[in-house]
């Protein structure tokens, strides 16, 4: 990774990453990318814009979720294996308590309208912070050896690839992520 822009102010400790994460993970229902972005880079300091889409990228082809892997990314980088799994832990714990309880209530109150209704409200809000975080993101674009062009048109194919054909996710990130690679290499090199 690119660390030309390394904020000046990390973690103190692995205590601080897991109390981070946890207090991340808290605020982010339906999505904590959008979240995790503001605080890691504006909040706290610790990551650069580029350097956080230098993560979430790795991020997104390794499996598992994307903001487990920014977390295990982010803990590795400050302090090793401890800080990784300080942040995974801050990352999974609260939320593991939550969904338990609200599985239970959930359970119990399924069919009545008015929680059906709020849980499509919070879908559209999970997809408007991650829009939202997309758009305040695109403007790294200008620093990327793609430029923004080539980029909007990975963005095109992989849409079309992934909804419109139904072409298995897994194959479609393989494909353009080879060919985006040469063609940044050939730009680069």
């Known amino acids: 990774m690119n660390h030309a822009s390394v904020p ?10 897991f ?4 207090t991340l993970a808290l605020q ?3 999505g904590v990318l959008a979240v995790a972005q503001r605080v890691l880079c504006e909040e706290r300091g610790w990551l650069s814009r580029e350097e956080f889409i230098e993560i979430l990228s790795v991020a997104q082809v390794l499996p598992g979720p994307n903001v487990c892997n920014v977390a295990l990314i982010v803990g590795d980088r400050f302090f090793g294996l401890r800080g990784a799994l300080a942040a995974l832990g801050g990352m999974m714990s609260a939320p593991l308590i939550i969904v338990l ?7 119990q109150h399924a069919a009545n309208p008015l929680v059906a209704g709020a849980l499509r409200g919070m879908g559209a809000v999970a997809a408007g912070l991650i829009a939202g975080t997309g758009l305040k993101l695109a403007a790294t674009l200008r620093t990327n050896p793609l430029g923004p062009v080539a980029c909007g048109a990975f963005l095109l194919c992989a849409f079309v690839a992934v909804a419109l054909l139904r072409w298995p996710l897994a ?11 040469a063609l940044a290499r050939s730009r680069l090199g």
């Open 28 to 30: 982010g229902f339906g």
């Open 171 to 181: 194959g479609v990130l393989v494909g353009l992520g080879v060919i985006a690679w």
């Open 101 to 107: 309880g609200l599985t239970a209530l959930y359970a």
């Open 8 to 17: 000046t102010r990390g973690p103190a400790s692995p205590g601080e990453l």
């Open 19 to 22: 109390l981070s994460f946890t």
